[in-house]
């Protein structure tokens, strides 16, 4: 009696060329060839689907899927270099990591708490200190568009619990570890003594749930044009000693990362409503400046201050007050330019301040960790750096306090010359003017006369076609010195402070820097903050200490290497599987590495012949040869859980070897457990030509581990042990075929859930036409799509 069940049979939009199911729920994620990735549910609903990064026209190719641990985040690599972390509600990109090179493999593995873990020796409660972030207009914010309740946790990290850790192995023999998918906290370099090659890449790599051992496969080419996969294990003594520090510092990054995204869409909302303000000005003094520049020569200012001085206007000037700008059109232009001033402010008086107080919380818990040298000092964080990033948090606060000075004096002198504009376009037109704005003060002349000088005293570019710039205020919003700087002779602050200098040496105090603009500020403070988490990056990338290094096997062509890996706890084992040889091949190897011990390498190597069958066989030792003809070839392989393998077979047929019926099975790794032989990694041989025998894994197989796959051409399958589903995907990567594992029996459905072998050699025709064979699969709005 079979254990599997099908459950259906979908048609897929696009050719697929990914798989991978949620560990913690009934979602598969997919990748089709255009680069889309596709998120379905069991019953194949769609969730969502996620564009290419740059549109579907492009030849952006999707290169890994992986999930994080608990299921929130998908992690997708295209071979751009770009990972991007989409969350599973809604596709939206929480975080993207750009590698310079192609990415061949990913991992993301969480750690294996064997005992009931007490409390963290640091609890975070900035959520019950710092006060709420004001939610940003989606027009100017790139976080999520869910993440407007909660711009603090944009990154979905706040009910981590446990370390768990990305790698990526990249072309250039790069593997990047990233804590959290977010925080980059460790790389390695693979290299070889080979001279002919700088780098090697990286087609597989894997960490133990005990974060032991790191285990990578690179493939080389040699001179001969051979390739040459080889397995490396090293052991990351930091990393296992020092987890539940770096999962305190890496969440304190995630934190601080979704803090200076917010604080980046902020500083671009500030740039654009000051553009909004720009725009409305140049679009109504357009007309006057170019007549103006056709009449005569000068900047914009001159027939507005001639006016402000004689109190009488240019023909050009009268034509533009009362025929262009006319005084609804003043009105209008003030107040929607007094809005973008208002908005500007709330920006910088809630936004801004608010996310860089928020940061300068976060760096000063960094400064107390660091502190504590008995427990972060080992990760390598540096009290002096991390007191540099405060530094320049306080810095960036008191620009920030300085340009809302800046905004104030500016509004000032803007009401004050909207104020006298208004009473000459009355005046001009004979109208009468309010008497609560006929008192003007000589400070309102000087500010009116101010404006002018340091707004409009530009002339009339054709190519830029500006006449206006509010260089006090948008000064500070380039990546440049400040033209404008602020007179500080007269602060009484300042005058203390140049009395009394030990201030100034006691390290307290920030420094002020009058001649920055808050864009050149802003890039120093995020580069403060990088070089503060830098540390436990260096620290744990040179702490990698090689334990094990065997060559696997050679070949001339290249191919997709298949590989899977497991860590079983129970066992204190670490597992890995690989197939040496283009699919469908004749043999599957398993390699064994102990945990927590001094290294010592075993593999096995696992064919299947014929299933259902038994062979000759002769024993020596505890190794069984097979004497028989391998009946079936291997398509695919893939861990379902720590104990079971499984294992995608089809028939081999001489005459067409990949069309032979396919067949799923869930090979127990208990079957060959005792099988396992030591490998010499001194002697000069690889891994599979130093194997001695071969396992024969049909026949450790009973009814339960198997199921034949009829009226189907299988290509490669997706499993998952924690969800206990199974997808097998069409060799034309159009159709899956959707599984149910470890279902109970019943007695209903036993006709069903098991295939019986001569019924499916019975009709061989219905494998070519793809015609599906069991009534659970198709309905009547799915028969015309029932071929493959």
């Not at 209008?332 to 908005?343: A, C, P, R, V």
Request: charged share 25%.
């Amino acid at each position: 009696m079979c254990s599997f069940r099908q459950v259906d049979e979908r048609h897929v939009p696009s050719e697929a060329t990914q798989m991978v199911w949620s560990p913690t729920m009934d979602l598969i994620a997919l990748a089709t060839m255009q680069g889309e990735v596709l998120l379905h549910r069991l019953s194949w609903k769609k969730v969502w689907s996620l564009a290419p990064p740059k549109g579907k026209d492009n030849t952006v190719k999707v290169q890994v899927l992986v999930w994080r641990p608990d299921g929130k985040v998908l992690a997708v690599a295209y071979d751009t270099g770009t990972v991007l972390l989409c969350d599973v509600e809604n596709s939206d990109v929480l975080h993207k990591i750009d590698v310079a090179s192609s990415i061949l493999c990913m991992a993301w593995v969480q750690k294996h708490e064997q005992h009931e873990r007490e409390q963290l020796c640091y609890t975070d409660r900035s959520y019950q200190y710092l006060p709420k972030l004001p939610s940003l207009t989606k027009s100017y914010c790139s976080v999520s568009k869910n993440a407007e309740d909660s711009v603090e946790d944009s990154k979905k990290l706040r009910n981590q619990t446990n370390l768990n850790i990305l790698l990526i192995g990249t072309i250039t023999g790069n593997v990047l570890l990233n804590a959290f998918g977010v925080y980059p906290c460790g790389k390695l370099l693979v290299k070889f003594e080979d001279k002919h090659q700088n780098y090697v890449p990286i087609v597989c790599c894997s960490l133990s749930e005990d974060f032991s051992i790191l285990s990578v496969i690179a493939g080389r080419k040699m001179e001969d044009e051979q390739t040459v996969y080889s397995l490396l294990i090293y052991s990351v003594p930091m990393l296992q000693q020092y987890h539940e520090e770096l999962q305190i510092i890496a969440l304190k990054y995630g934190q601080i990362a979704c803090l200076r995204n917010y604080l980046s869409c902020t500083i671009q909302a500030i740039e654009e409503a000051w553009e909004d303000i720009l725009l409305e000005i140049d679009s109504k003094l357009m007309t006057y400046a170019e007549e103006k520049q056709r009449v005569s020569s000068g900047t914009v200012s001159d027939g507005f201050l001639e006016l402000l001085m004689f109190g009488t206007p240019s023909d050009v000037l009268e034509k533009f007050l009362l025929h262009d700008l006319t005084e609804s059109g003043l009105k209008k232009l003030g107040h929607s330019i007094e809005l973008s001033y208002s908005n500007i402010q709330k920006l910088v008086l809630k936004n801004l301040q608010c996310v860089a107080q928020a940061i300068y919380y976060h760096l000063n818990d960094m400064k107390g960790m660091a502190l504590w040298e008995s427990r972060f000092g080992a990760l390598g964080l540096s009290i002096e750096v991390v007191k540099l990033a405060v530094m320049s948090t306080g810095s960036f606060l008191m620009k920030a306090t300085e340009i809302q000075q800046v905004i104030d004096n500016s509004m000032k002198k803007f009401k004050a010359f909207f104020r006298w504009l208004y009473t000459v376009i009355l005046r001009l037109s004979d109208e009468p003017i309010p008497p609560e704005i006929t008192k003007v003060t000589q400070q309102d002349l000087n500010f009116v006369a101010d404006f002018l000088k340091e707004n409009f005293a530009s002339e009339w570019d054709q190519e830029k076609k500006s006449t206006f710039s509010l260089e006090r205020v948008g000064q500070y919003l380039k990546m440049e010195k400040l033209t404008f700087t602020q007179n500080l002779k007269d602060n009484p602050w300042i005058t203390f402070l140049e009395a009394h200098p030990q201030f100034n040496e006691n390290g307290m105090l920030f420094n002020h820097y009058p001649e920055k603009s808050l864009v050149q500020q802003q890039v120093e403070l995020e580069k403060a903050v990088d070089d503060a988490f830098q540390g436990p990056f260096n620290v744990i990338g040179d702490s990698f200490v090689i334990s094990e290094k065997i060559s696997l096997f050679s070949c001339k062509t290249d191919f997709n290497l298949k590989t899977s890996y497991v860590t079983n706890i129970k066992t204190s084992s670490f597992y890995i599987v690989f197939i040496a040889d283009k699919v469908p091949s004749s043999c599957m190897y398993i390699v064994r590495e102990p945990l927590g011990v001094s290294s010592c390498l075993e593999a096995v190597c696992v064919c299947f012949g014929e299933i259902g069958n038994e062979y000759t066989e002769s024993n020596e030792g505890t190794s069984t040869i097979v004497e028989s003809p391998k009946k079936h070839r291997i398509l695919d392989v893939q861990f379902y859980n720590d104990d079971i393998l499984s294992v995608l077979l089809v028939e081999n047929q001489d005459e067409i070897p990949d069309r032979g019926i396919p067949i799923l099975v869930q090979f127990p790794l208990k079957n060959v457990a005792h099988e396992f032989q030591p490998i010499d990694t001194q002697k000069n041989v690889d891994l599979v030509s130093g194997l001695r025998s071969i396992i024969d894994g049909a026949n450790c197989l009973d009814k339960m581990n198997y199921r034949y796959l009829e009226s189907m051409r299988a290509l490669q399958f997706a499993v998952s042990g924690s969800r206990k589903v199974a997808c097998v995907l069409f060799s034309s990567r159009r159709r899956v075929r959707l599984f149910e594992m470890d279902v109970e029996d019943e007695e209903e459905d036993q006709d069903d859930t098991c295939l019986d072998e001569s019924a499916t050699r019975e009709f061989p025709e219905r494998e070519e036409s793809g015609i599906i064979a069991t009534n659970e699969t198709i309905g009547e709005d799915d028969k015309e799509n029932s071929f493959d």
